[in-house]
């Protein structure tokens, strides 16, 4: 039977490349089999529950001689193999944290643009094929995909074949439901989010209630190991300054006596999440705050290709670690790769280079989507393929191809820390899949050609959002010659007018219509104080009489954003992108002085043709309307303070900030 290797060895002698020697016993209709496999151990679980003869032991000597060399479409120029593949099996998610995503969600594909589960499995296929040994399910939120379980089975079905760890990164919210079959499919290890103990903080940071469910489903994990399950258990928590970087030393302790890796991840930045570097918290901080409790700390060895630097508290049983992707990144020993929930693969998470194995997975099938029954009528044709009667190949050839391609342009290092905040790239939730319209630079065909004439595929056109150091080359380059800084200025001053008002003083709608489309957001803040801390603490506990403050207030601000042009009489109507109302109690320091106080930060974004400063003003204000009236029975005292603009970006104007 002829191998996927000796395939593509053909193919590869036919078009003058020379590959190094890559044997394996794969034969190409592997993902068939992978999938016939999974359809017996659907219909007959108990079958396929019996676990295959054990192997006897291979000598030292019998290893080394039948190791193979690992594939070379799999390793980068910088001598990186790849072994690790991440797979987000779905872009929804049942909480909004609020350093991954929108509060409302980010828009969803279409069905048909999504994987199937039949080709999410012949992808694992392919890849463990190519040295893949540990495959990652991600999300979104990949328990709330309704065959998961199913998939994990199917996946699970490739460990004869090479694969040795079957891992998944979960919220835990409906974890504890499915965990006992998931162990059963072949699950090997969980990454479970948690960023706060506190459930009140945990419904501020998630948007969502369900800090219980996620303590059951750490508590079962830990019960199955106690019985034998082996799970590999890691929690991870986003540090975010002035909102749960005093719970670093609380999650120490976690590991006192629970055998777990607790991983502190410095806060990054994805496209909605607002980030700034005053809310990160870097590794070195959160070592110097860790050593003030625990000052025997002690450096662990870490692994070749560990994202995490590893720290042990002495007498502890479990470990801690930190993910330093800001201050320290770990690109050198990178061997991951990530497929998208839409088919694209990303060779690197802060990289917005993409490209559809979709789109290729789908050509026999005349572009569409696969699912069980077209796999089994393509397995026909390969089948009379081998026995001469139809000249067709399956395309394992072009997709690895372009997966080489892709990885061997993989680059040292992400960019830096001062670039990463202006660079766009998807959204976290979508990150391990949103439309192209809204992410700018997302799903890109195949590679067309060769290096030079149009690959890598570039992002489909939208107005780039520019960063400071490039507003202010394209002020310089606006003024006039001979003119300085100061010059600029003064001529601003003496054009500066009134622009909603006519030369004849009467009140007017600027004309919009000459103006060019572009990227555009704005952030305005405001903050509720209270006369006593009686509000606050019921809005906390979520005793207030009129209901969840918070929630209320929020659907509120965002209604406010889309009718403001109801409200403002020379506003123009605007098609808003994206709408997000934050609400937060103010600092201890603030409560500790007797002045309790709500913050409220309202962002608007839009592609059009005028700004949307009012739109973000009108829902801060409404938002904090909204909290002073159904807190109002309990303290008339209550004072809305300081709503101001304090981003803006995009436009002829450029990008401005204020505190």
């Given at each position: 039977?002829?191998?996927?290797?000796?395939?593509?060895?053909?193919?590869?002698?036919?078009?003058?490349?020379?590959?190094?020697?890559?044997?394996?016993?794969?034969?190409?209709?592997?993902?068939?089999?992978?999938?016939?496999?999974?359809?017996?151990?659907?219909?007959?679980?108990?079958?396929?529950?019996?676990?295959?003869?054990?192997?006897?032991?291979?000598?030292?000597?019998?290893?080394?001689?039948?190791?193979?060399?690992?594939?070379?479409?799999?390793?980068?120029?910088?001598?990186?193999?790849?072994?690790?593949?991440?797979?987000?099996?779905?872009?929804?998610?049942n909480l909004r944290c609020i350093y991954c995503m929108p509060e409302e969600g980010v828009p969803?594909?279409?069905?048909?643009?999504?994987?199937?589960?039949?080709?999410?499995?012949?992808?694992?296929?392919?890849?463990?094929?190519?040295?893949?040994?540990?495959?990652?399910l991600t999300g979104g939120e990949p328990t709330v995909r309704r065959d998961i379980l199913s998939?994990?089975?199917?996946?699970?079905?490739?460990?004869?074949?090479?694969?040795?760890?079957?891992?998944?990164?979960?919220?835990?919210?409906?974890?504890?439901?499915?965990?006992?079959?998931?162990?059963?499919?072949?699950?090997?290890?969980?990454?479970?989010?948690?960023?706060?103990?506190?459930?009140?903080?945990?419904?501020?940071?998630?948007?969502?209630?369900?800090?219980?469910?996620?303590?059951?489903?750490?508590?079962?994990?830990?019960?199955?190991?106690?019985?034998?399950?082996?799970?590999?258990?890691?929690?991870?928590?986003?540090?975010?300054?002035?909102?749960?970087?005093?719970?670093?030393?609380?999650?120490?302790?976690?590991?006192?006596?629970?055998?777990?890796?607790?991983?502190?991840?410095?806060?990054?930045?994805?496209?909605?999440?607002?980030?700034?570097?005053?809310?990160?918290?870097?590794?070195?901080?959160?070592?110097?705050?860790?050593?003030?409790?625990?000052?025997?700390?002690?450096?662990?060895?870490?692994?070749?290709?560990?994202?995490?630097?590893?720290?042990?508290?002495?007498?502890?049983?479990?470990?801690?670690?930190?993910?330093?992707?800001?201050?320290?990144?770990?690109?050198?020993?990178?061997?991951?790769?990530?497929?998208?929930?839409?088919?694209?693969?990303?060779?690197?998470?802060?990289?917005?280079?993409?490209?559809?194995?979709?789109?290729?997975?789908?050509?026999?099938?005349?572009?569409?989507?696969?699912?069980?029954?077209?796999?089994?009528?393509?397995?026909?044709?390969?089948?009379?393929?081998?026995?001469?009667?139809?000249?067709?190949?399956?395309?394992?050839?072009?997709?690895?191809?372009?997966?080489?391609?892709?990885?061997?342009?993989?680059?040292?290092?992400?960019?830096?820390?001062?670039?990463?905040?202006?660079?766009?790239?998807?959204?976290?939730?979508?990150?391990?899949?949103?439309?192209?319209?809204?992410?700018?630079?997302?799903?890109?065909?195949?590679?067309?050609?060769?290096?030079?004439?149009?690959?890598?595929?570039?992002?489909?056109?939208?107005?780039?959002?520019?960063?400071?150091?490039?507003?202010?080359?394209?002020?310089?380059?606006?003024?006039?010659?001979?003119?300085?800084?100061?010059?600029?200025?003064?001529?601003?001053?003496?054009?500066?007018?009134?622009?909603?008002?006519?030369?004849?003083?009467?009140?007017?709608?600027?004309?919009?219509?000459?103006?060019?489309?572009?990227?555009?957001?704005?952030?305005?803040?405001?903050?509720?104080?209270?006369?006593?801390?009686?509000?606050?603490?019921?809005?906390?506990?979520?005793?207030?009489?009129?209901?969840?403050?918070?929630?209320?207030?929020?659907?509120?601000?965002?209604?406010?954003?889309?009718?403001?042009?109801?409200?403002?009489?020379?506003?123009?109507?605007?098609?808003?992108?994206?709408?997000?109302?934050?609400?937060?109690?103010?600092?201890?320091?603030?409560?500790?002085?007797?002045?309790?106080?709500?913050?409220?930060?309202?962002?608007?974004?839009?592609?059009?043709?005028?700004?949307?400063?009012?739109?973000?003003?009108?829902?801060?204000?409404?938002?904090?309307?909204?909290?002073?009236?159904?807190c109002k029975a309990v303290d008339r005292g209550m004072r809305i303070e300081g709503l101001r603009?304090?981003?803006?970006?995009?436009?002829?104007?450029?990008?401005?900030?204020?505190?």
């Amino acid at each position: 039977m002829q191998t996927a290797s000796c395939g593509l060895l053909a193919a590869a002698s036919r078009s003058g490349r020379r590959l190094r020697p890559f044997v394996t016993s794969l034969p190409l209709n592997s993902g068939w089999r992978c999938l016939r496999t999974a359809a017996v151990a659907r219909e007959h679980p108990a079958e396929a529950a019996t676990p295959p003869e054990p192997r006897p032991p291979q000598s030292r000597r019998a290893r080394v001689r039948d190791a193979k060399p690992f594939s070379e479409f799999l390793t980068d120029d910088f001598h990186r193999q790849h072994d690790y593949l991440r797979i987000s099996v779905t872009e929804r998610c049942n909480l909004r944290c609020i350093y991954c995503m929108p509060e409302e969600g980010v828009p969803l594909s279409p069905n048909r643009e999504l994987l199937t589960t039949p080709e999410i499995v012949l992808l694992s296929s392919l890849f463990v094929s190519q040295g893949v040994t540990k495959i990652r399910l991600t999300g979104g939120e990949p328990t709330v995909r309704r065959d998961i379980l199913s998939l994990m089975r199917q996946i699970g079905a490739l460990r004869p074949r090479g694969l040795k760890e079957l891992c998944l990164t979960t919220n835990g919210i409906s974890l504890h439901r499915k965990l006992d079959s998931m162990v059963e499919a072949g699950l090997t290890g969980v990454n479970l989010s948690l960023d706060t103990l506190d459930p009140w903080q945990f419904q501020i940071m998630t948007r969502r209630k369900g800090f219980d469910a996620v303590q059951k489903s750490l508590d079962r994990i830990l019960e199955l190991n106690e019985l034998g399950a082996g799970i590999k258990l890691k929690i991870n928590c986003v540090v975010m300054r002035g909102i749960n970087d005093g719970e670093v030393v609380p999650f120490v302790e976690m590991t006192r006596e629970k055998d777990m890796e607790v991983r502190f991840i410095e806060y990054m930045p994805f496209d909605g999440n607002k980030w700034s570097n005053g809310k990160m918290v870097s590794y070195s901080e959160m070592l110097d705050l860790i050593r003030e409790k625990y000052p025997a700390l002690q450096k662990v060895p870490d692994h070749k290709n560990d994202t995490s630097k590893t720290w042990h508290v002495p007498g502890f049983v479990g470990r801690i670690g930190f993910i330093t992707s800001m201050t320290h990144n770990f690109c050198g020993t990178c061997n991951r790769l990530r497929i998208t929930s839409d088919g694209n693969l990303k060779v690197c998470l802060f990289g917005n280079a993409e490209v559809s194995l979709r789109d290729i997975l789908r050509k026999p099938n005349g572009g569409e989507p696969l699912d069980e029954e077209s796999l089994e009528a393509m397995e026909q044709i390969e089948t009379g393929r081998r026995q001469g009667a139809v000249p067709l190949a399956p395309n394992e050839g072009e997709l690895l191809d372009v997966i080489g391609m892709a990885v061997k342009r993989k680059k040292a290092k992400h960019a830096g820390i001062g670039e990463l905040e202006h660079m766009k790239n998807r959204p976290m939730i979508l990150i391990d899949a949103l439309p192209a319209s809204l992410a700018g630079a997302m799903p890109v065909g195949p590679r067309q050609g060769r290096a030079g004439d149009g690959w890598p595929p570039r992002p489909r056109s939208r107005p780039r959002r520019l960063g400071s150091h490039e507003h202010r080359r394209l002020l310089w380059s606006s003024r006039r010659p001979g003119e300085d800084e100061d010059g600029g200025q003064q001529r601003q001053q003496e054009s500066a007018r009134l622009t909603h008002v006519s030369e004849a003083g009467s009140a007017r709608m600027v004309s919009i219509s000459e103006k060019s489309v572009t990227w555009r957001v704005a952030t305005a803040a405001c903050t509720v104080r209270f006369s006593n801390d009686t509000a606050i603490r019921l809005i906390r506990d979520n005793q207030m009489t009129k209901g969840d403050v918070l929630g209320v207030a929020r659907v509120a601000g965002i209604m406010a954003a889309k009718r403001t042009a109801d409200l403002i009489p020379l506003c123009h109507p605007i098609g808003l992108s994206h709408v997000s109302v934050e609400l937060k109690p103010a600092g201890a320091d603030a409560e500790a002085e007797g002045s309790p106080a709500m913050e409220i930060r309202a962002t608007v974004t839009c592609d059009g043709k005028t700004g949307v400063e009012m739109e973000a003003l009108t829902a801060a204000s409404t938002a904090a309307l909204t909290v002073y009236d159904m807190c109002k029975a309990v303290d008339r005292g209550m004072r809305i303070e300081g709503l101001r603009v304090v981003l803006k970006d995009g436009g002829e104007s450029g990008r401005w900030e204020m505190q």
